[in-house]
């Protein structure tokens, strides 16, 4: 799936938060609920009113973006694909 970072994430998101960082704002625009995206593995709890967890592995460059953005370097809009 493709996964697309808007600058309204950007501006929203929190450092360090695993839950309302840039990417997983960006899978609650999607209709995920609950996202987790840790250093392994991104987790959501369900999506559009349909309850199930489901897992993927981080990929490396979510992680770097997410690096970035953890440090206030300049982070620009983006999409990833992961395996949702």
Known sequence: ?????????IDHGLRGSSTSDPVALALKDKGFVRPYV???EIT???????????????????LAFLERFDQSLAVEPTSFEVAL
Do not use: A, S, W, Y
């Open 1 to 9: 799936m493709k996964l697309k970072i808007t600058q309204d994430n």
């Open 44 to 62: 959501v709890h369900g999506r559009n009113n349909v309850v199930f967890l489901k897992k993927c592995p981080t990929p490396p460059e979510v």
């Open 38 to 40: 840790g250093i392994n």
